[in-house]
């Protein structure tokens, strides 16, 4: 058994698939028109048979009060694995990508929180070296 499929629920899909593909670097999969929404799907350029991100519309009456608790708590929704935090987080600013928390190392692992714009805070993330491993 594996992941194939994760979601994230987004308030608009055709601004999800710009902010996901032209900044953030993935690439779509899938789009099937399903009348109003799509079935759309995005991937990273370095796992395209890998698990693919469903950018699912946010119009069940559950998600609003959901996302809005997260995002008013700080809370990411999911997180991205990256090589370099720190790298990643100044190429998204300059892109014009806005962050609720700079690159903060935590022990094992340096991360940085981004507004994904349709709704999400989004993590991104790294482990880092340890000495002597």
């Known amino acids: 058994m ?9 308030t608009d ?7 996901y593909t032209t900044k953030l ?5 899938t789009e ?11 991937v990273s350029p370095e ?8 950018l699912e519309p946010a119009n069940h009456r559950a998600v609003g009060p959901f996302r809005d608790a997260l995002v008013a708590d700080g809370i ?10 720190q ?6 600013t300059g892109l014009g990508v806005v962050f609720t928390q700079p690159p903060t190392s935590m022990g094992p692992v340096t991360t940085a929180v981004l507004d994904d714009t349709c709704g999400n805070l ?12």
């Open 2 to 10: 594996r992941i194939h499929l994760a979601s994230i629920f987004v």
């Open 13 to 19: 899909q055709a601004q999800a698939l710009e902010f």
């Open 25 to 29: 670097g993935f690439e779509k999969k």
């Open 32 to 42: 099937v028109s399903m009348g109003e929404f799509s079935w759309l799907t995005v």
């Open 47 to 54: 796992a395209r048979d890998g698990v693919e991100l469903v």
């Open 76 to 85: 990411p929704f999911t997180a991205f694995a990256v090589t370099d935090v």
């Open 87 to 92: 790298a990643e987080y100044e190429r998204l």
């Open 122 to 133: 989004i993590q991104i993330q790294a482990m880092n070296e340890t000495p002597g491993v």
